[in-house]
């Protein structure tokens, strides 16, 4: 069976949203746009977004990790 | 980031096929494909530019035109559609006609991918330019060429993963810049207050429409249509924008297209089925939120002089900008001012701001101001805009690195499959249907191999051609919305007639197809938009009637498409015998195909109490912009 779509989708997104966070936390200063650390909120809220796919995938069933 | 982008898109190709591992996919997971399959850079390019040079009228486009016809979809269409045996339109027109229409709407088809990766490379040749200084045309050729050694290389073997992949990587890319972009107007009613600045002036950023709008005309979506075509950026009244836009070419695009059908098929069951695109009609309905708005905001920004914000001019190379400086330097102001203004205009090749010019040419005499500060003054001065540009020139404003690159990686990837899929479509299209159907049958598979992979190459130039006819038009949606008139518009009457009505004959069928194209090229050809001049933009025979804008003309055209096709269907069909039996039409005729029955579903599940619902909250939404 075919691959279900939250794996790709979850581990795409906590990937680019864990490094997105890092990057926003090591430089800070130029993550800044309008005042905000855009880089580290939104890194959080697409880790945030990964993990809940991944969780979705997991609960799901279909094609464990190891596929 | 993009490194990531571009492994993880590499590891996609390699996984199952969606439609294969279908059956077993929740209606969820259903709907995302299926408005992924429309959802991609070319339409948040395009809503963006509408957004800036029509205001939220564009989100007509979801709430009159999406939103119904995927309703519509779901309950009448999807039974007949997900029963019959067709999984094509070509293949639909051969079962229910003949081989005349299909072979028709084969050429219609393939001169339809041309254009749809023609404009995709316009756009993103632009987007080069704009980003890292590329010529246009270098980046146009650049674009192309990696187009075809991807498809060449037989890229895209699983596009709806990849494409339900960059939905998320576009909503999720593009989410804060609307979050930023209006916190930088100062909020949604800040955002509003400058747009009606916009409406009494619209003028002064360079927004070529008429001068008599109510203070609304950007922020109400139904009011000034109502006014009539002279009170709405658009310039279109309310038949327009129903028939034409909700109606024809929304109907036609989400009813009749096969790319976006054929993903509700891969659900579990015939329920799953029909609630697919209810489901994606749920996120569909708040988009505009997400595309419309970002270009409310640039037009917004404009106006707010502190922020140094403006439409990103047209492309304009650096030689002529080179040009346009040597002459603000010997301009002598003294002279004359219309000479010194003209100079520079006709150096740089665009329309200027006068009083721009003027106070550049007076500054720099003054004082000794730099090649980059005039060729920045000379930007600035440039008094036409190019809104295209619009959803780029947010991008740069707002993102700082790091999620600069997830917006742009989210870009370039949907902007290269968009191109991709438009010319593979071409090349099966043309290789299967036209050429082994009609030129050719019979060689070997290799012949046809060969002969694809030359396709490609001959479709990619012809796409070439088709990104320089784009370039003329200034906002993409503009002419995406004319190819869909083109196409769409006549095809969707011969659909609506062929479907519900058994007594509509092959020759009714053909000639009414082949009438509805040529009265949409015949409309064309006598019509033109205000400001264009005649030519591949319209009126090249005699200019009849002028509509204030591109997107009026489409709306027109479309509408007297559909008409055309519709009613000479009608009669021809009358007027020639049937040649199918009712037996042969079996499940390709509403009235001849079973009907199913809801009873023994869940009633929050059946399609009819769903989509009356979705139209509930989609009526709400035109109140609340009324």
Redesign the interface.
């Known amino acids: 069976?075919?691959?279900d779509?939250?794996w790709?989708?979850g581990?795409?997104?906590t990937?680019?949203g864990a490094?997105?966070a890092v990057?926003?936390l090591t430089?800070g200063s130029?993550?800044?746009?309008?005042g905000?650390n855009?880089?580290l909120k939104?890194?959080v809220?697409?880790l945030a977004?990964g993990l809940f796919m991944l969780i979705g995938a997991f609960k799901g069933g279909?094609n464990p990790p190891s596929a | 980031?993009l490194g990531?982008g571009w492994a993880?898109a590499r590891?996609?190709k390699t996984?199952?096929?969606?439609l294969?591992?279908?059956r077993?996919?929740p209606t969820w997971?259903t709907g995302l494909a299926f408005i992924s399959a429309n959802l991609g850079a070319l339409e948040l390019v395009g809503m963006a530019a509408s957004g800036a040079k029509y205001g939220i009228s564009t989100a007509h486009f979801y709430w009159v035109g999406a939103i119904p016809a995927m309703i519509f979809l779901a309950v009448f269409m999807m039974p007949f559609y997900y029963g019959s045996k067709a999984r094509s339109v070509p293949e639909y027109l051969k079962m229910r006609f003949d081989e005349r229409v299909r072979a028709l709407n084969s050429v219609a088809f393939a001169v339809m991918t041309i254009f749809a990766s023609g404009i995709s490379m316009n756009a993103l040749a632009k987007l080069l330019h704009a980003l890292l200084g590329w010529d246009y045309n270098v980046a146009l050729w650049v674009c192309s060429g990696v187009v075809l050694l991807y498809v060449l290389k037989g890229g895209l073997t699983s596009a709806i993963?990849t494409e339900?992949?960059q939905f998320?990587m576009i909503v999720?890319g593009f989410a804060?810049v609307v979050y930023?972009g209006l916190?930088?107007v100062g909020g949604w009613h800040k955002m509003n207050s400058a747009l009606q600045t916009v409406a009494t002036d619209p003028a002064a950023i360079y927004i070529n429409a008429g001068t008599n709008f109510a203070p609304n005309a950007w922020t109400s979506a139904w009011q000034p249509l109502v006014a009539g075509p002279a009170h709405n950026p658009m310039g279109v009244d309310v038949f327009a924008m129903v028939f034409g836009l909700g109606f024809v070419l929304s109907f036609g695009y989400w009813c009749t297209n096969f790319l976006v059908v054929q993903r509700a098929m891969a659900a579990k069951n015939m329920t799953a089925a029909r609630n697919t695109p209810l489901v994606a009609a749920v996120p569909k309905m708040f988009f505009p939120f997400l595309v419309i708005v970002p270009g409310m905001i640039a037009a917004a920004l404009t106006t707010l002089p502190d922020k140094g914000y403006r439409i990103p001019p047209p492309v304009i190379s650096q030689a002529n900008y080179d040009k346009a400086v040597a002459a603000v330097k010997s301009a002598n102001y003294a002279n004359s001012r219309d000479v010194a203004v003209k100079s520079v205009g006709d150096a740089l090749g665009a329309k200027v701001d006068a009083v721009k010019i003027t106070s550049l040419v007076a500054a720099t005499a003054a004082s000794k101001l730099s090649d980059a500060d005039i060729q920045k003054g000379l930007y600035n001065s440039v008094a036409e805009n190019d809104y295209d540009g619009v959803i780029l020139s947010l991008v740069k404003k707002?993102?700082?690195?790091?999620?600069l690159g997830?917006a742009l990686t989210a870009l370039l990837a949907s902007f290269m499959s968009g191109m991709a899929g438009n010319v593979t479509a071409f090349n099966t299209v043309f290789t299967y249907d036209l050429y082994q159907a009609y030129f050719a049958p019979g060689r070997t598979d290799r012949h046809y191999f060969l002969t694809g992979k030359v396709i490609t190459v001959v479709g990619i130039i012809l796409s070439i051609g088709a990104a320089y006819f784009a370039s003329m038009y200034n906002n993409c949606m503009d002419i995406i919305q004319l190819v869909f008139g083109f196409v769409n518009a006549p095809l969707f009457a011969t659909f609506l007639l062929g479907m519900f009505w058994k007594r509509t004959t092959a020759t009714g069928a053909f000639l009414g197809l082949f009438g509805g194209i040529g009265s949409s090229a015949l409309f064309h050809a006598l019509t033109i938009a205000q400001g264009n001049t005649p030519g591949l933009k319209g009126g090249y025979v005699k200019v009849l009637s002028i509509f204030p804008s591109e997107m009026a003309q489409n709306f027109w055209l479309a509408s007297f498409a559909f008409i055309a096709c519709f009613t000479l269907t009608l009669v021809i069909s009358l007027a020639t015998s049937r040649t199918k039996t009712d037996v042969e039409l079996k499940g390709l005729v509403y009235s001849l195909t079973p009907k199913i029955v809801d009873n023994n579903i869940p009633v929050y599940q059946r399609p009819a109490v769903v989509g009356i619902v979705l139209l509930i909250v989609c009526i709400i939404l035109n109140l609340i912009f009324w």
């Open positions: 069976m075919g691959l779509i939250r790709p989708i581990l795409m997104f990937l680019i490094l997105l990057f926003g430089k130029e993550s800044m746009s309008l905000i855009i880089n939104w890194g809220v697409l977004f279909k | 980031m990531i993880l590891y996609m996984s199952a096929d969606f294969t591992s279908a077993s996919i997971v993963y339900v992949l998320f999720l804060p930023l916190k930088d707002y993102c700082p690195a790091g999620l997830l």
